[in-house]
C-alpha cells in the first residue's frame, strides 16, 4: 500500500501562486506516475499534470499548461505542483494520485489516491 498525504492548498487571489506537495510513504515504487488530478464544484474530476517517477519526463494538461509545474524529489518521495498566476476557474480540489508500473495519465490507471487538497482562487 502507498499512502499519500497532500499539502498547500489554501485561499488565495487571482494572479497568486501555490505549491502543493503530496508526500508519499508506505510501499517504495521506484517506477511508475506521479500525478495531481482536481475536481471542481458541480464538475468531475480533471487530470492536470503528471512526472514518470524515474526518467522524471512529465505532462500537463492545456488549461494550466505555462502556468503550473510538476516536479518531484525521489528522495522524499514527495510530488510537487507549482501553480501561478492562478484563476478563479482554478478553483477545486486538487488530488495526488500514483500509478505504480507502465506511464499512464488516466485516472482509472492509477492504483493510489490522497484526499485532496482544496485550493480556492478569489477574483
Known amino acids: 500500500q502507498v499512502q499519500l498525504a497532500e499539502s498547500g492548498g489554501g485561499l488565495v487571489q487571482a494572479g497568486d501562486s501555490l505549491r502543493l506537495s503530496c508526500a508519499a510513504s508506505g510501499r517504495t515504487f521506484s517506477s511508475g506516475t506521479m500525478a495531481w488530478f482536481r475536481q471542481a464544484p458541480g464538475k468531475e474530476r480533471e487530470f492536470v499534470a503528471a512526472i514518470a517517477r524515474s526518467a522524471g519526463s512529465t505532462s500537463t494538461s492545456d488549461s494550466v499548461k505555462g502556468r503550473f509545474t510538476i516536479s518531484k524529489d525521489n528522495a522524499k518521495n514527495t510530488v510537487y505542483l507549482q501553480m501561478n498566476s492562478l484563476k478563479p476557474e482554478d478553483t477545486a480540489v486538487y488530488y495526488c494520485?500514483?500509478?505504480?508500473?507502465?506511464?499512464?495519465?488516466?485516472?482509472?490507471?492509477?492504483?493510489?489516491w490522497g484526499k485532496g487538497t482544496l485550493v480556492t482562487v478569489s477574483s
Open positions: 494520485a500514483v500509478r505504480v508500473g507502465a506511464w499512464s495519465t488516466s485516472q482509472g490507471a492509477m492504483n493510489y
